[in-house]
């Protein structure tokens, strides 16, 4: 068996050397043990190694295990690859704590320990449950522009690019486009990045963010779509419960498993417990964070990590949300894990007309729509979707505090670089 990976310990105990490599095949280190009569000229070799080391080894899994921290191996042959040039700039042991901004700045060599490691399989894993989901329940993987002509999820937070002569922006969401698909795929997923000019700070938002993308179409109403996101979490928590016990472990989290249905609770229904509970919550308006976490611990005591909220009110929505008759409510839904909010998604209105009279009340001009509006007019059965955070589930999944350490590469108000 051939392993390659980096050295992340070296200790000398006695006459034995012990030498950590972290590597890809898992998110224990393998633990290698040197002795000086048994291997005199790998010993030899192994002296000079250290933290930092680029190497691979070729061995077998010992017969004694005495490391807590990791599989032990007997080596057989060992390669050098790469030394570092200078010391490393963070400790990749795990002895030393790394401050946050550090972290971020390190994160491509902080991966080197099991605990970040942890993070990055994980999220790997999130994706690859999702896509066996959507293969197994007929969906058709697509790919949509990310520079774009129209925005679908609001002004406030478009990007602007120099597109040639004209003006464009990076795509908040893959809203108008996966839409635009069901008339021609009746199930579509898209696993994408979302670019948003978040204005604040906050521990719950990026300004680059993943998201897992949905649209089906002949659906007979809103339940339909809730009925596959619910499915879709189910299958990725107890995927990873299942499937990552060492990475979970490393992060000391316990695993979950979730059981479907999920508790449905009607916006409105939302607004009264909240009020009970002395909170200035509006009819019309959105949820504040406060009365998502707020509504979190209340459900939390019932026994429902995971739950909808159904029938936001027009004014707080999207415009391409179906809108009941007669009512200022819509078939827009939320899903919250937790106390925050991991997807947003519903019904859409798939009838020409009253999606042009939606976008004018909206106070935007159906003709900067005009290229979505025509996949309206030739047989667009009644649809729905949603969008799924990728780090805002990650962050629920592993008891994150921040979403930044759900993401290698973090863009963020003061992040640009690495
Ligand atoms: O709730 P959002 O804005 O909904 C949409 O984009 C719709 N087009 C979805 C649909 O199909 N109707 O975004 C979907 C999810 C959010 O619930 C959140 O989990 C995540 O994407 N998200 C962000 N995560 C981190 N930082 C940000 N700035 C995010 N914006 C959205
Ligand atoms: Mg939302």
Redesign the pocket.
């Known amino acids: 068996m051939r392993v390659c990976g980096w050295v992340i310990r070296r200790a000398q105990v006695g006459r034995v050397l012990i030498i950590e490599v972290s590597s890809s095949s898992s998110v224990k280190p393998c633990v290698l043990v040197f002795k000086p009569e048994r291997e005199p000229d790998l010993y030899n070799v192994a002296r000079n190694i250290d933290v930092g080391f680029a190497l691979c080894f070729e061995g077998r899994v010992a017969e004694e295990q005495k490391s807590k921290r990791g599989v032990e191996y007997t080596v057989e042959k060992l390669e050098v690859y790469a030394k570092p040039t200078e010391p490393l700039p963070v400790d990749t042991s795990g002895k030393t704590p790394v401050l946050l901004d550090t972290r971020l700045k390190y994160r491509w060599l902080l991966a080197r320990k099991p605990e970040e490691r942890a993070i990055f399989r994980v999220r790997a894993g999130v994706i690859k449950a999702a896509r066996e989901y959507f293969e197994e329940n007929g969906f058709i993987e697509v790919h949509t522009p990310k520079i774009v002509a129209a925005g679908?999820?609001g002004g406030a937070?478009l990007f602007k690019v120099q597109y040639f002569e004209s003006e464009a922006y990076l795509s908040?969401?893959?809203?108008l486009y996966?839409q635009m698909l069901v008339a021609s795929f009746e199930k579509v997923y898209e696993i994408t990045p979302?670019f948003?000019a978040?204005k604040f700070n906050t521990t719950?938002?990026?300004?680059e963010?993943w998201?897992i993308?949905?649209?089906q179409g002949f659906i007979s109403g809103v339940e339909d779509v809730m009925k596959t996101l619910e499915e879709l979490v189910a299958f990725i928590v107890n995927y990873v419960s299942r499937n990552y016990r060492d990475e979970l472990e490393a992060l000391g989290v316990e695993s979950l498993r979730l059981t479907t249905p999920f508790k449905r609770l009607k916006f409105t229904e939302v607004v009264d417990i909240l009020r009970s509970e002395g909170l200035d919550v509006r009819e019309d308006e959105d949820l504040s964070d406060l009365a998502e976490r707020k509504l979190g611990e209340i459900m939390a005591e019932k026994k429902h990590p995971v739950y909808f909220i159904v029938g936001f009110p027009w004014p707080s929505t999207?415009f391409?949300?179906m809108r009941e008759e007669n009512s200022i409510y819509t078939r827009?839904f939320?899903?919250d894990f937790m106390g925050l909010?991991?997807?947003?998604?519903?019904q859409r209105e798939h009838r020409y007309e009253k999606l042009v009279e939606a976008i004018r009340d909206k106070g935007l001009n159906p003709e900067n729509y005009s290229f979505y509006l025509e996949a309206f007019k030739y047989g667009m059965p009644p649809h729905g979707?949603?969008?799924?955070?990728v780090?805002?589930?990650l962050m629920k999944i592993l008891n994150l505090e921040n979403?930044r350490e759900a993401v290698f590469f973090v863009r963020d108000r003061t992040r640009i670089v690495p």
Do not use: W
């Open positions: 679908a999820e937070t908040q969401s893959p809203q996966k979302y948003r978040e719950r938002h990026l300004n963010s998201g993308d949905v649209e999207a391409y949300y827009k939320d899903l909010e991991i997807a947003s998604g519903g979707g949603f969008g799924l955070g780090e805002r589930l979403i």
